[in-house]
Every structure is written in structure tokens, then in C-alpha cells.
């Protein structure tokens, strides 16, 4: 054997110390984990824009991306392969169903190239929702139709469903901006329903902060629907934004049409380590569930104190009625030192503001408490 190749077997050895040295050492929670990183250099901003996890990757993660040094002269094949593997084995689905990306943007960049465009067909989304699919479509030349969501902030799936032909509907569950859910059984009862030629994106961002029993992952749904995806990301609950890590669960045929427009490699060693440590620590879900709730109630307390009112929030963020123009809104916290969400058209007075530490909520809290008198 060629003295330079390296085994599956070490490969996996060596992505795997970090664990093992996880399990030897005393056990470093989420919220002690930053003190045994270093911390970025102060900008004096509170960053509540982007719907990041305050508290980062867990340190099994952070070991694991340790121990990749020896390897990050080597293309990511073999550690592809075994995330896959991983990932395979936690949503009991065989291996040849998933496609990995840099981040679940990659994945909506691949079905947008794949199921839509003049050929395809056009892409369908709510009104509000994660804007990043609408520009992948339109650069591929497709229409894009927009369906506002209901009275209770839910994807309007009837009338997506009379505008669907062929191409794509893209449901992101729950919703970036609103943090609101889609009712499991109407979900269910729109995949049922949806023509087999019409592809259904369901995105799971931010799935493993839904806890209303009206909600549910679709990933079982895939093997009875050929049409079905289902896209998850390793950058909110795992705190892996800036690592870039993502996958997408379908039948084996939607996968090969994906693998034509997909870059090889596209996910890089230490990524991959850090999504497979990750998913082998527990508490990383459980406690940063626990946080983001806790700093949300604090903050949703504050703000129905000063009278305004949240949309039913099942994620990391919550967006909430300003009762006046948000942009100004938004450039008076920026002046505070506070970045809060961007403008989203469809709710000209509403903020978008992701749940941050505790104490970069109550900064927050102080902030908003001036913009509102100024």
C-alpha cells in the first residue's frame, strides 16, 4: 500500500479522538464551553440579526476539529462518508438518500438548479420566508410565486397547492422570519395531496427547537413520497453557522438528480468532524433547547410588559409588531449598539430579533426601552 494513503479505519480514528478524550475528561456543558474558547475580538455590537446560536459548537466538536489537523491535507471523502453513515443510522434511512452541503444553503442552491427554471418549472413560497431560495431560483430563470401566510402565521398550503406546477413549493418549518410552525397534519395532508411531478422542499432549520405537539419532522414521510426533501443544518442548534454544514434527506433517484449540479468536496474535514461529534452529544440539544427558552421567556416578558406582542415563537428568534415603520427601528438599535433583523416587506412594522444570551437580551431590553421613547 502507498505510504501516503490513509484507511477509512485511521480516518475515522482520528475524527474520533475527540470524543474518546471527551469521555476521559470531566464533562463541559454548552454554557461552560466558552470559557475554553477564545473569544472573538469585541465590536461592542450585540449581533441579534442573524438567528446564530449564542454558545457555539459543544466541546466534543471543538475537540474533534482539533484532531483533524492531521488530516486536512486530505480531500473530505472518507469523512463524508462517515457522517453520512451517522446520520443515516439516527433518521433510519439508508445512506443513498442523503446529500451533504456547505450549510443547508448549499442544499437549497441544489434544488433550486436541479427543480426549477424554464425547463422545470417555478418555484412556490410563502410570504414571508427564507429569502435565499427565491434569488437561487431566479438566477436559474425561474418564476416565483409568493403566497402570503394565513391570519395564524402558517403556510397558506391550499393556495401554494393550486399555484404548484411541476417545478418546486418550498416550505421552511418552522418559518424564518416568523419562528411559526405549519400544523403537522395539514403538512402531512399537502404532501398527500401534492402532484408527484411537483417537488416539496421542507426545511427543517430549525427543527430541534419546535416543541408544540402541533409540529413534527417529515423526514419519515420520504419513503412514501418520491417528491419529498427534507433539508437540515448544522448552524443553529449545533452552533455550527460559521463551519458550514448541512444535509438533505430523499429517495435515492431525487438524490442522483441533485448530484449533477453538486460540487465535489463541497463540505471541508473539520466541519465534518465537528457535525459528527456533535451529534454524538446529547446535551448540546438538550441544553441549548433549555437557554434559548429561557432567555425567550425573559424576553417576551419584557417586551408584553411595554405592550408589544410576539408572533407564537418555535424557534431561536422571534419576530414581534414594532406599531410603527421597522426600519427606522431598526437603525435606532444599530445606533445603540444593538443589530437586530432586517426589513421583511410583507410585515413593513415588524422586528425580527434572535434570542441571544441572557445578557445580551437584557442589553436588548435596555436598548428598545430608549428607542421606543426617543
Same mark, same amino acid.
Given at each position: ?29 454548552? #454554557? ?6 477564545? /473569544?472573538? *475580538?469585541?465590536? =461592542?455590537? $450585540? ?5 446564530? %446560536? !449564542? ?98 402565521? #402558517? ?6 397547492? /393550486?399555484? *404548484?406546477?411541476? =417545478?418546486? $413549493? ?5 418559518? %424564518? !422570519? ?98 459528527? #461529534? ?97
Amino acid at each position: 500500500m502507498n505510504t501516503y494513503s490513509i484507511s477509512r479505519r485511521r480516518f475515522a480514528h482520528l475524527l474520533g479522538i475527540g470524543a474518546a478524550a471527551a469521555i476521559v475528561r470531566p464533562r463541559i456543558t454548552i #454554557a461552560e464551553e466558552s470559557a475554553t474558547v477564545p /473569544a472573538p *475580538a469585541k465590536t =461592542g455590537i $450585540v449581533r441579534l440579526s442573524a438567528n446564530e %446560536n !449564542p454558545y457555539g459548537p459543544s466541546s466534543k466538536a471543538h475537540e474533534a476539529m482539533k484532531n483533524t489537523h492531521g488530516v486536512c491535507n486530505r480531500y473530505p471523502d472518507q469523512a463524508n462518508d462517515l457522517l453520512i453513515d451517522k446520520i443515516a443510522r439516527i433518521d433510519d434511512i439508508n445512506r443513498d438518500q442523503i446529500v451533504l452541503g456547505d450549510g443547508s444553503s448549499e442544499i437549497l442552491k441544489l434544488c433550486a438548479e436541479t427543480f426549477t427554471g424554464p425547463t422545470e418549472g417555478k418555484l412556490v413560497v410563502a410570504d414571508p420566508t427564507f429569502e435565499a431560495i427565491l434569488e437561487y431560483s431566479k438566477a436559474c430563470g425561474a418564476d416565483v410565486v409568493k403566497v402570503p401566510l394565513t391570519s395564524s402565521y #402558517a403556510h397558506n398550503l391550499p393556495k401554494m397547492l /393550486a399555484s *404548484a406546477q411541476k =417545478g418546486l $413549493v418550498y416550505i421552511c418549518n418552522p418559518n %424564518n !422570519p416568523t419562528a411559526t410552525i405549519t400544523p403537522k397534519n395539514d403538512l402531512r395532508d399537502f404532501i398527500a395531496k401534492t402532484a408527484p411531478e411537483t417537488m416539496i422542499l421542507v426545511d427543517e432549520a430549525y427543527f430541534h427547537y419546535a416543541d408544540s405537539p402541533d409540529y413534527e419532522t417529515v423526514i419519515p414521510l420520504v419513503k412514501d413520497h418520491p417528491n419529498l426533501i427534507v433539508a437540515r443544518t448544522f448552524s443553529k442548534i449545533y452552533g455550527m453557522a460559521g463551519l458550514r454544514c448541512g444535509y438533505c434527506v430523499a429517495q435515492p433517484q431525487t438524490i442522483k438528480r441533485m448530484h449533477g449540479y453538486q460540487m465535489w468536496d463541497s463540505v471541508n474535514v473539520m466541519a465534518l468532524a465537528a457535525a459528527s #461529534a456533535s451529534l454524538d452529544d446529547g446535551d448540546q440539544v438538550t441544553n441549548g433547547r433549555k437557554m434559548n427558552a429561557q432567555a425567550k421567556n425573559y424576553t417576551l416578558t419584557e417586551l408584553d410588559k411595554l405592550g408589544y406582542r410576539s408572533m407564537p415563537s418555535q424557534a431561536n428568534f422571534v419576530m414581534f409588531d414594532c406599531k410603527k415603520p421597522v426600519v427606522p427601528m431598526i437603525k435606532a438599535m444599530k445606533d445603540k449598539n444593538v443589530a437586530v433583523g432586517r426589513l421583511f416587506p410583507a410585515y413593513p412594522t415588524h422586528m425580527r430579533l434572535t434570542i441571544g444570551k441572557q445578557e445580551e437580551m437584557e442589553a436588548f431590553v435596555s436598548a428598545f426601552k430608549q428607542v421606543i421613547v426617543a
